[in-house]
T-cell receptor, first 115, second 116 residues
Framework: AQTVTQSQPEMSVQEAETVTLSCTYD???????LFWYKQPPSRQMILVIR??????QNATENRFSVNFQKAAKSFSLKISDSQLGDAAMYFC????????????FGGGTRVLVKP | GAVVSQHPSWVICKSGTSVKIECRSL??????MFWYRQFPKQSLMLMAT?????????EQGVEKDKFLINHASLTLSTLTVTSAHPEDSSFYIC????????????FGPGTRLTVT
C-alpha cells in the first residue's frame, strides 16, 4: 500500500521569506502523480501544484515550486515570498496513474506566516 | 470551471436520526465521486469511491450500512449517515473527477456534521 509522510506538523515563516515543506512517499508504481493541496481555515481544498512522475522537470506555479526526487521518493514544496494568505494546512498527496484514481494524503503541515 | 458544491454546509442532528449530504458537480459530468472524512487537525480519510450507476466501493473499516452512498447521476452523489451517533460528528468532504486526462479530483467545500 502506498503511504505518504509529512514529517513537519507545523512550520513558521516570516512574511516575504521562504519555507520548504517536506514529503516522502512509498510506492512500487513507476508512473504516478504527486500533489500539494492547501486547506485554509475555510476547509476548501485547493490544488497548489501537480507533478507527473515521468517528468524530470520540477513543477512551478508562481511562488510555489517543488523539488521532486524520484529515486529518493521525496517531493518537497517551496513557498517563496510568503504572504499572510499562505497560512493554511498543506497536504501532500499521491495518486497512481493506473485505474482506481484514489488519492493518498499525508498527515499535513500547518504553515504559520508571521507579519 | 470544475466547481463542486456540497449541501448542506453545516448540519446538526439528533442521535439516532439520519442525515443526507449532497455533492454536486456544477459544470462538468463526474464519472467518479469520492467521499472523505476529516477529523479536527487531521488529514482526509477516504471513505468510499462511487461510480455513476454502480455500487460504491468502501474502504476497509468503513461501515457500508451506516454510510450509504448513492451516485444516481453524473452530477450528483449523496452520502446518508444512518442512525447517527455523536462519534459520527466530523467534517465530510466530497470530490469529483472525470474519466480520461489527468483524472483530476475537484473538491467540494465540505459539510460539518454535528450529532447531539
Amino acid at each position: 500500500a502506498q503511504t505518504v509522510t509529512q514529517s513537519q506538523p507545523e512550520m513558521s515563516v516570516q512574511e516575504a521569506e521562504t519555507v520548504t515543506l517536506s514529503c516522502t512517499y512509498d510506492t512500487s508504481e513507476s508512473d504516478y502523480y504527486l500533489f500539494w493541496y492547501k486547506q485554509p481555515p475555510s476547509r476548501q481544498m485547493i490544488l497548489v501544484i501537480r507533478q507527473e512522475a515521468y517528468k524530470q522537470q520540477n513543477a512551478t506555479e508562481n511562488r510555489f515550486s517543488v523539488n521532486f526526487q524520484k529515486a529518493a521518493k521525496s517531493f518537497s514544496l517551496k513557498i517563496s515570498d510568503s504572504q499572510l494568505g499562505d497560512a493554511a494546512m498543506y497536504f501532500c498527496a499521491y495518486r497512481p496513474k493506473a485505474a482506481g484514481n484514489k488519492l493518498t494524503f499525508g498527515g499535513g503541515t500547518r504553515v504559520l506566516v508571521k507579519p | 470551471g470544475a466547481v463542486v458544491s456540497q449541501h448542506p454546509s453545516w448540519v446538526i442532528c439528533k442521535s439516532g436520526t439520519s442525515v443526507k449530504i449532497e455533492c454536486r458537480s456544477l459544470d462538468f459530468q463526474a464519472t467518479t465521486m469520492f467521499w472523505y472524512r476529516q477529523f479536527p487537525k487531521q488529514s482526509l480519510m477516504l471513505m468510499a469511491t462511487s461510480n455513476e450507476g454502480s455500487k460504491a466501493t468502501y474502504e476497509q473499516g468503513v461501515e457500508k450500512d451506516k454510510f450509504l452512498i448513492n451516485h444516481a447521476s453524473l452530477t450528483l452523489s449523496t452520502l446518508t449517515v444512518t442512525s447517527a451517533h455523536p462519534e459520527d460528528s466530523s467534517f465530510y468532504i466530497c470530490s469529483a473527477s472525470v474519466a480520461g486526462g489527468t483524472y483530476e479530483q475537484y473538491f467540494g467545500p465540505g459539510t460539518r456534521l454535528t450529532v447531539t
